[in-house]
C-alpha cells in the first residue's frame, strides 16, 4: 500500500461517454484519481479500460463528459498536449522505438523537458551540448532505479517482452510526470518479472510521489499494490472502492462469473 | 574469345595501372558526382524515416529550389540574399505541404500518400514554371568552373566545392540526427507514431521539420547540379538517380544514401572511362539501374537498409 493517498483530486473523469458506432464504448463514467495514489482499472475484455486510458491521454475524445487535470477543463487535448501537462503513459502492446538504444529510447522520453533552439541542436553546439548531458546525467539515475543499466545501448527491439516493458515504463518516467498511465504494465510476464514490476511501481509511487492509474488482469496483483479500484463492465463503472470493498462487491462478482441476479 | 576476354578483363586495368594519376581524377569526379546524388538522395530517406512516406516530387523540389533561386538572381538580389529568400520559400512551402497534403491525409495507405506526391510533382513543376518561366538559365553562384592541378591531377574547383559542401552537410545532418533532441524525436516519430504522441512530440511540428530540411537540401543539390550543367527542367530527373542509391543505401539509413551515392558516382565513371569504348560507352546511363538490380536480387535490403524478418 502506498503511503500518500487520499490528497487533494489529481484528475476528474465526469461522466464521460465514447461511442464508436453504435457500440458504446464507455458510458457515463466517471473517476476521481487522487494525488499521490495507486488506482487501478479492472474488468472483463471488452469492457473499455484501455479506451478510459485512451480519453485520459488524449488518442480518443469523448462524445460527452468532460475530463479535468488539477482543475482545469482538458477535454478537448490532443496527446502532445496532454503530455506536456505531466500525464505519461505505457501501451498495452509496448510501443518502443524498436531501432533505438535503451538509453535513446529512455533520452526520448525526456523531450519535453528539454528546450533549445533549433539551429543550436542542429549543430550540436553551446547550450544544446549542456542540456543534452544534464538530461543524460537525469536519464542515468533511472536507468539504476529501474536496474536495466546492463542493456543501455542493446536496440530496444531486440529485448526480451519484460524488459521491454520495462524500458517504457523508463521513458514514461524520463518525462517526470505527475500522472503515469499504465497499460497492463504486467502483460505477459513470468512471476519473478511481476514481482519486481511491482517493486517498481510502488517505488515510483513512494519516492517520487507519483500518481499512477494502471490497467491489469492479475488480481493478487491488483489487490496487492493499489489504493483503490474501479471496475468497468460494458463501458460502465460497477464499482469503485478499496481492494477489499471491490472484491466482495455484488456487481462485480457478476461480472467475473457471469451470475445474473434476476 | 580469349581476345574478347583480353578487352574485358585485363585492358582496362592495365589502363588503370598505367595511368594512375587519370585514374585518380575520374576516382574524384565519381566522388563529386555522387555526393550530389547522395544528396538528392538524403531529401528521400528523411522524409521516408519520419513519415513512411515515398516523397516522389523530391527532384521537382530540387527544380523548384534552383528555378527560385535563379529567378531571383536574375531580378538583381545578391547572392546571400536570394540564398536566404529561396530558404524562406522552401520552408514556406513544407508548411504548406503539412497543412494542404499530409494532415488530410494522416492514416491514410502509403500508396495514397505516393500518389499524393506525384500530384505534388506535378504542381511543383507547373509552378515553378508559371513562376520563372521554362527557358534553360545559367546560374552562377560566383565560384569559377575551372580546373586547378592538384598532386598532378586535374581537379575541378566548382565540382570540388560542391563536394565539400555536400559532406559538411551530410556531416552535420548525421550529427542532428543522432545526437541531438530533434533528431531523436524525428527517429521516434519514424519508428512508431503513437508512442511519439504519447512523449510529447508533436507529429505535425515534426513533418514540417522534415519537410524543411528536405526542401533546403534540395536547395543545395539545386543549385551544385545548376551551376554545373544549368537550371532546367531536366534537372527533375536527377531524382530518378537517386532511386537506385536508394536501393543500394537502404531506404531509410543516412549513411546508406551517403554510402550509396558515392559507390554510384565512382562506379559509373569508372565503367565510364574504362570499359565505356568496349561498348560504345553510355554506360554512365544504365550502370546505377543494373547495380541497384544487382542488389534487389542479392541484398534487397540495401547496404544498412533494416532486414523485415516476420515471425510466423
Same mark, same amino acid.
Given at each position: 500500500?502506498?503511503?500518500?493517498?487520499?490528497?487533494?483530486?489529481? %484528475?476528474?473523469?465526469?461522466?464521460?461517454?465514447?461511442?464508436?458506432?453504435?457500440?458504446?464504448? %464507455?458510458?457515463?463514467?466517471?473517476?476521481?484519481?487522487?494525488?499521490?495514489?495507486?488506482?487501478?482499472?479492472?474488468?472483463?475484455?471488452?469492457?473499455?479500460?484501455?479506451?478510459?486510458? $485512451?480519453?485520459?491521454?488524449?488518442?480518443?475524445?469523448?462524445?460527452?463528459?468532460?475530463?479535468?487535470?488539477?482543475?482545469?477543463?482538458?477535454?478537448?487535448?490532443?496527446?502532445?498536449?496532454?503530455?506536456?501537462?505531466?500525464?505519461?503513459?505505457?501501451?498495452? $502492446?509496448?510501443?518502443?522505438?524498436?531501432?533505438?538504444?535503451?538509453?535513446? $529510447?529512455?533520452?526520448?522520453?525526456?523531450?519535453?523537458?528539454?528546450?533549445?533552439?533549433?539551429? %543550436?541542436?542542429?549543430?550540436?553546439?553551446?547550450?544544446?551540448?549542456?542540456?543534452?548531458?544534464?538530461?543524460?546525467?537525469?536519464?542515468?539515475?533511472?536507468?539504476?532505479?529501474? =536496474?536495466?543499466?546492463?542493456?543501455?545501448?542493446?536496440?530496444?527491439?531486440?529485448?526480451?517482452?519484460?524488459?521491454?516493458?520495462?524500458?517504457?515504463?523508463?521513458?514514461?518516467?524520463?518525462?517526470?510526470?505527475?500522472?503515469?498511465?499504465?497499460?497492463?504494465?504486467?502483460?505477459?510476464? $513470468? /512471476? =519473478? =518479472?511481476?514481482?519486481?514490476?511491482?517493486?517498481?511501481?510502488?517505488?515510483?509511487?513512494?519516492?517520487?510521489?507519483?500518481?499512477? /492509474?494502471?490497467?491489469?488482469?492479475?488480481?493478487?496483483?491488483?489487490?496487492?499494490?493499489?489504493?483503490?479500484?474501479? /471496475?468497468?463492465?460494458?463501458?460502465?463503472?460497477?464499482?469503485?472502492?478499496?481492494?477489499?470493498?471491490?472484491?466482495?462487491?455484488?456487481?462485480?462478482?457478476?461480472?467475473?462469473?457471469? /451470475?445474473?441476479?434476476? | 574469345?580469349?581476345?574478347?576476354?583480353?578487352?574485358?578483363?585485363?585492358?582496362?586495368?592495365?589502363?588503370?595501372?598505367?595511368?594512375?594519376?587519370?585514374?585518380?581524377?575520374?576516382?574524384?569526379?565519381?566522388?563529386?558526382?555522387?555526393?550530389?546524388?547522395?544528396?538528392?538522395?538524403?531529401?528521400?530517406?528523411?522524409?521516408?524515416?519520419?513519415?513512411?512516406?515515398?516523397?516522389?516530387?523530391?527532384?521537382?523540389?530540387?527544380?523548384?529550389?534552383?528555378?527560385?533561386?535563379?529567378?531571383?538572381?536574375?531580378?538583381?538580389?545578391?547572392?546571400?540574399?536570394?540564398?536566404?529568400?529561396?530558404?524562406?520559400?522552401?520552408?514556406?512551402?513544407?508548411?504548406?505541404?503539412?497543412?494542404?497534403?499530409?494532415?488530410?491525409?494522416?492514416?491514410?495507405?502509403?500508396?495514397?500518400?505516393?500518389?499524393?506526391?506525384?500530384?505534388?510533382?506535378?504542381?511543383?513543376?507547373?509552378?515553378?514554371?508559371?513562376?520563372?518561366?521554362?527557358?534553360?538559365?545559367?546560374?552562377?553562384?560566383?565560384?569559377?568552373?575551372?580546373?586547378?592541378?592538384?598532386?598532378?591531377?586535374?581537379?575541378?574547383?566548382?565540382?570540388?566545392?560542391?563536394?565539400?559542401?555536400?559532406?559538411?552537410?551530410?556531416?552535420?545532418?548525421?550529427?542532428?540526427?543522432?545526437?541531438?533532441?530533434?533528431?531523436?524525436?524525428?527517429?521516434?516519430?519514424?519508428?512508431?507514431?503513437?508512442?511519439?504522441?504519447?512523449?510529447?512530440?508533436?507529429?505535425?511540428?515534426?513533418?514540417?521539420?522534415?519537410?524543411?530540411?528536405?526542401?533546403?537540401?534540395?536547395?543545395?543539390?539545386?543549385?551544385?547540379?545548376?551551376?554545373?550543367?544549368?537550371?532546367?527542367?531536366?534537372?527533375?530527373?536527377?531524382?530518378?538517380?537517386?532511386?537506385?542509391?536508394?536501393?543500394?543505401?537502404?531506404?531509410?539509413?543516412?549513411?546508406?544514401?551517403?554510402?550509396?551515392?558515392?559507390?554510384?558516382?565512382?562506379?559509373?565513371?569508372?565503367?565510364?572511362?574504362?570499359?565505356?569504348?568496349?561498348?560504345?560507352?553510355?554506360?554512365?546511363?544504365?550502370?546505377?539501374?543494373?547495380?541497384?538490380?544487382?542488389?534487389?536480387?542479392?541484398?534487397?535490403?540495401?547496404?544498412?537498409?533494416?532486414?523485415?524478418?516476420?515471425?510466423?
Amino acid at each position: 500500500m502506498s503511503a500518500a493517498a487520499g490528497a487533494g483530486v489529481l %484528475l476528474q473523469v465526469e461522466s464521460v461517454s465514447v461511442r464508436f458506432g453504435a457500440l458504446m464504448a %464507455l458510458s457515463g463514467v466517471s473517476v476521481d484519481v487522487r494525488a499521490g495514489e495507486i488506482l487501478a482499472i479492472i474488468g472483463p475484455n471488452g469492457a473499455g479500460k484501455t479506451t478510459l486510458l $485512451n480519453v485520459i491521454s488524449g488518442f480518443y475524445h469523448p462524445s460527452q463528459g468532460r475530463i479535468f487535470f488539477e482543475g482545469r477543463d482538458r477535454t478537448r487535448l490532443r496527446p502532445p498536449d496532454v503530455a506536456e501537462l505531466g500525464i505519461a503513459r505505457t501501451f498495452q $502492446n509496448v510501443a518502443l522505438f524498436k531501432g533505438m538504444s535503451v538509453l535513446d $529510447n529512455i533520452m526520448t522520453g525526456r523531450l519535453l523537458k528539454m528546450k533549445g533552439s533549433f539551429l %543550436l541542436d542542429a549543430l550540436y553546439l553551446g547550450p544544446a551540448m549542456s542540456q543534452e548531458l544534464a538530461n543524460r546525467a537525469f536519464v542515468e539515475r533511472i536507468i539504476d532505479f529501474l =536496474e536495466i543499466q546492463a542493456i543501455r545501448k542493446a536496440p530496444a527491439g531486440r529485448l526480451p517482452y519484460g524488459l521491454q516493458k520495462r524500458v517504457e515504463l523508463a521513458r514514461a518516467l524520463a518525462a517526470e510526470p505527475k500522472l503515469l498511465l499504465l497499460d497492463e504494465p504486467m502483460a505477459g510476464m $513470468n /512471476v =519473478e =518479472e511481476k514481482e519486481d514490476m511491482c517493486r517498481f511501481i510502488l517505488d515510483v509511487n513512494g519516492e517520487f510521489g507519483t500518481t499512477i /492509474v494502471l490497467i491489469e488482469h492479475d488480481m493478487g496483483v491488483v489487490m496487492d499494490i493499489s489504493d483503490r479500484v474501479v /471496475v468497468l463492465d460494458y463501458g460502465r463503472k460497477i464499482a469503485d472502492g478499496t481492494p477489499d470493498d471491490v472484491r466482495t462487491h455484488p456487481a462485480v462478482l457478476d461480472a467475473y462469473l457471469g /451470475v445474473t441476479h434476476d | 574469345m580469349i581476345d574478347v576476354l583480353q578487352h574485358v578483363v585485363v585492358g582496362p586495368f592495365r589502363d588503370i595501372g598505367s595511368n594512375p594519376a587519370f585514374f585518380g581524377e575520374v576516382v574524384i569526379g565519381g566522388i563529386l558526382a555522387g555526393m550530389l546524388y547522395s544528396l538528392v538522395a538524403l531529401g528521400f530517406v528523411l522524409i521516408f524515416k519520419a513519415s513512411g512516406v515515398f516523397n516522389f516530387a523530391q527532384g521537382v523540389m530540387v527544380l523548384f529550389a534552383a528555378l527560385t533561386l535563379v529567378g531571383l538572381l536574375e531580378r538583381g538580389l545578391p547572392v546571400a540574399a536570394a540564398f536566404v529568400v529561396t530558404a524562406a520559400v522552401m520552408i514556406a512551402l513544407a508548411f504548406v505541404i503539412e497543412r494542404v497534403v499530409l494532415r488530410p491525409l494522416v492514416n491514410q495507405e502509403h500508396i495514397i500518400l505516393f500518389m499524393a506526391t506525384i500530384g505534388l510533382n506535378f504542381f511543383l513543376e507547373g509552378f515553378g514554371e508559371m513562376l520563372w518561366g521554362a527557358n534553360v538559365k545559367k546560374l552562377d553562384v560566383g565560384i569559377p568552373d575551372r580546373s586547378f592541378m592538384m598532386a598532378g591531377m586535374q581537379v575541378n574547383q566548382l565540382e570540388l566545392s560542391a563536394g565539400v559542401i555536400a559532406a559538411v552537410i551530410v556531416a552535420i545532418l548525421a550529427v542532428f540526427f543522432q545526437k541531438t533532441r530533434i533528431g531523436r524525436a524525428l527517429r521516434a516519430v519514424a519508428d512508431d507514431h503513437e508512442a511519439a504522441l504519447s512523449i510529447g512530440i508533436p507529429l505535425k511540428t515534426i513533418w514540417v521539420v522534415v519537410w524543411s530540411v528536405a526542401g533546403l537540401v534540395a536547395i543545395v543539390a539545386g543549385v551544385m547540379w545548376g551551376a554545373k550543367s544549368g537550371v532546367q527542367f531536366s534537372l527533375s530527373l536527377i531524382a530518378l538517380k537517386a532511386l537506385p542509391v536508394l536501393i543500394l543505401g537502404g531506404f531509410e539509413s543516412v549513411a546508406g544514401a551517403i554510402l550509396g551515392g558515392l559507390i554510384i558516382g565512382v562506379g559509373e565513371k569508372i565503367g565510364e572511362v574504362y570499359w565505356g569504348p568496349l561498348v560504345g560507352g553510355a554506360i554512365e546511363n544504365w550502370f546505377a539501374y543494373v547495380l541497384a538490380l544487382a542488389f534487389l536480387l542479392v541484398r534487397p535490403q540495401g547496404l544498412f537498409g533494416e532486414k523485415i524478418i516476420e515471425r510466423v
